[in-house]
Structures are given as C-alpha cells and as structure tokens.
C-alpha cells in the first residue's frame, strides 16, 4: 500500500513535546517501510489548500494519523481527521468525532459519567458559582483541586503549583480564568486524588473487536516528599534534567494482591473503548484513591508512539514487536473500511 504519514507542522521553536511528533513520524514510517508498504511523510498545517494539493497528488491509499494539534493548539487535533473524511481518505485510529470528545476533557469527563464510568469531580470557571459543574451536582468538598488545562495535553502548563488546597468552591472558581493562560487559554478543576497512578495502552486485535489491554504500567513517584502532589507533571515528562523526569520511573511488575484492581483497571478501559468508540490504539489514564478505588483521568485517542514512549515500553512487556503493532492498527483501519466506515 501507499501509506501518507501525517503529523502537524512543527516550528523550530517548538516545546520538547510538540517536537516530540517528529521522533514518532520517523519510528512509524520505518517500521511501516519494514513491512513493505511505500511510505511517504506529510505536514499538516494552517494551509489547506497546500495540504489537500500535497495529499492528493501523493494519492495514499490511507493516512497513519500522527497529528495531535494543529498550529500549536491541542483543541483543533480533530480538524486533520475532518479534511481526511471530507476527502474520502482513511486513516488509521479514532474518527474526527471520537478525537474531538477525547481532546475536550469536560466533554471527555461528561460521557465517561454518563456512562457510569469513574472519574474525580471537576468545576469549570464557566458557570456561575451557583452552578458550577461536577458532573452530578455534588456539593462541593473542601481539599485539593488540580487545574488543568481543558484541551492541551503532555502535562502543558502543569508545576508543583498545580495543586492546591481550597476551603471553598468561590475561591477555587476565582482561580481557574488567573491559571488559564498558562494552560492554552482555557482550564478546569478536577478533584486531586492523592494514590497511585497508571497508565494502560490498548492495541487492537486482529481476531476480535474487543482490544487488547497491554501491561498495565504504573507510575511511581520515588522520593516524593509526604504532603507533596504525586502528579507527572511537564519536568516529569519531558525535562530529562529535572528531579521530576529521574524519579518517575514505571514499573509492570505487581503482586498477587493487585490482582483485583488490575482486574478492575481492564475492564474499565474496554468500556472506554467502547462508550468512546475508540480504534486502532489508545491510552487509559487512571488514578487510584488510598481506598483502592479507580478513577479514569483521561482517555487518549492517539496516545505517543515514540520508542521512549509509555506506549512502546508496553509493547515490548507484552513481546508485541513494533512492527507487529503497526500492522496490526492498519488490519483494524481496514476492518472498518470492510464495515462500512469509509465510503
């Protein structure tokens, strides 16, 4: 086949994480050449004219869909899979409607509760204070509140400050519009749940519409002083010099007694792939309270496949070789299209 690889249009000023599509653009277009497909590079940007000329004159027979913003902003990361259905292109992972509801993590939040999926509380600076939203109309608990950023992703904007501890739902509202530019112009605040947290990479089967659940993979936050937030924050992420990148090391490794939850974990992501209609792969993020109990922080439509990457590290505990999984999300690209899903 021919295969188009898409990723947005990276400036030469851009942050660790927005270079970062680049890293994946080369790993997925080499493994994809390694199974004989002929393989082409393309940038998404601001210029559709350009980009519709481009693509169709390389004439894919589907996209490997890399793009996660577009002009450096997370909230237009469904516009790429938009053009590509108006242009009756494939691509591989979530449809434009599915990506835009995982971008949004209010709306995200909303459906997982609809649902009856887990997930913390959470309060906008939207609604007046009388009817600040929390997903069920819960009265507001004093504690701590994390703000974050409703659209962008890889932690943007996220410190030690991101935590704090408010007494009332007046003050907390107050401070969401002061952190919002900080956060790509729009935050919210979610209830901070003080435990363990984990990261689970699903990849589709070729044999049956139920995903695979990889290994689970759990953060541990080494050294972490008591009192201090456990959150992957930006350092965490993406600042290998920092205290912060050291000392978030993940592990798969698990005693019999986790067995339960890990049991729990799984269940949770097939019903998010489910309700959120999810394709090809993706990524479940969870909290889990000192009560043992699971909450999903977010579901990541096109989580990163850079080979340093969480995703990666999954693949290679469960012996699914890169190569294998990129054959395997383009197997499940053509099962939709034999279901009806391109025209």
Known sequence: MKIVVLHEEVSASARPDELDVLVQARYVADHLTALGHAVETIAFGLRMDAFIERITRAKPDCVFN???????????IHIAPAVLDTLKIPYTGASAETMFVTSNKLLGKTVLRGAGIPTAAWYTGKAPIARAIDGKGEQFQPGRY?????????????????????????????????????????????????????????????????????????????????????????????????????????RFEFSASDQPLLDKLTDICLQCWRVLNLRGYARVDFRVDEMGRPFVLEVN???????????AAALAQAAVTPTAAMSRILTDLNNARLHGEYV
């Not at 890399?66 to 909230?75: D, I, T």
């Not at 994390?146 to 996220?158: N, R, T």
């Open 66 to 76: 890399l793009v996660e913003s577009l002009n450096g902003h997370g909230r237009l």
């Open 146 to 250: 994390i703000i974050k950023s409703v659209w962008e992703h890889a932690s943007v904007g996220l410190g030690d400050d991101a935590v704090a501890h408010y007494d009332n739902l007046r003050d907390l509202l107050r401070e969401i519009p002061r952190r919002a530019p900080s956060l790509g112009g729009e935050a919210f605040a979610e209830q901070y749940i003080h435990g363990r947290e984990f990261n689970i990479a699903l990849l589709a089967r070729v044999e049956s519409p139920e995903p695979q659940v990889l290994p689970h993979a759990e953060i541990l936050f080494e050294g972490y002083d008591a009192g201090r937030p456990l959150i992957v924050d930006y350092r965490a992420k993406w600042d290998e010099a920092s205290y912060e990148y050291n000392h978030t090391p993940r």
């Open 301 to 311: 439509a096109n989580p990163c496949l850079s080979p340093d990457a969480g995703f």
